[in-house]
């Protein structure tokens, strides 16, 4: 455990080895929670804001769709198959 000195105004230098555990750069956020007697300090994770719709989230480096365009029209049409009612199959080599 590491310990350092509180100056006048209650700021205190993380030690070097902490910093690179958390990953804490200058600038980062940090949060601190007091848990009983004893404080801990913890990298703040930022509160992002929900977007009100997900235009614009996807990044497309192809040409646009223009806005008329069908997506149903990219579906082939499966093949229609004869229905053979039941009991009347075909037997081979008979007469029709």
Same mark, same amino acid.
């Given at each position: 455990?590491?310990?350092?000195?509180?100056?006048?105004?209650?700021?205190?230098?993380?030690?070097?080895?902490?910093?690179?555990?958390?990953?804490?750069?200058?600038?980062?956020?940090? +949060?601190?929670?007091?848990?009983? !007697?004893? &404080?801990? /300090?913890?990298?703040?994770? #930022? =509160?992002?804001?929900?977007?009100?719709? $997900?235009?614009?989230?996807?990044?497309?480096?192809?040409? +646009?769709?223009?806005?008329?365009? !069908?997506? &149903?029209? /990219?579906?082939?049409?499966? #093949? =229609?198959?004869?229905?053979?009612?039941? $009991?009347?199959?075909?037997?081979?080599?008979?007469?029709?």
């Amino acid at each position: 455990m590491e310990t350092t000195t509180m100056t006048s105004k209650g700021q205190v230098t993380i030690p070097k080895s902490v910093r690179q555990q958390l990953g804490l750069r200058q600038g980062a956020k940090v +949060a601190f929670v007091v848990e009983g !007697d004893h &404080a801990v /300090l913890r990298p703040a994770v #930022p =509160v992002r804001a929900l977007p009100k719709s $997900g235009f614009g989230m996807v990044k497309v480096s192809g040409p +646009a769709v223009p806005p008329d365009f !069908d997506v &149903a029209s /990219l579906l082939k049409p499966e #093949p =229609v198959k004869p229905v053979t009612p039941v $009991g009347k199959a075909s037997k081979p080599g008979a007469r029709k």
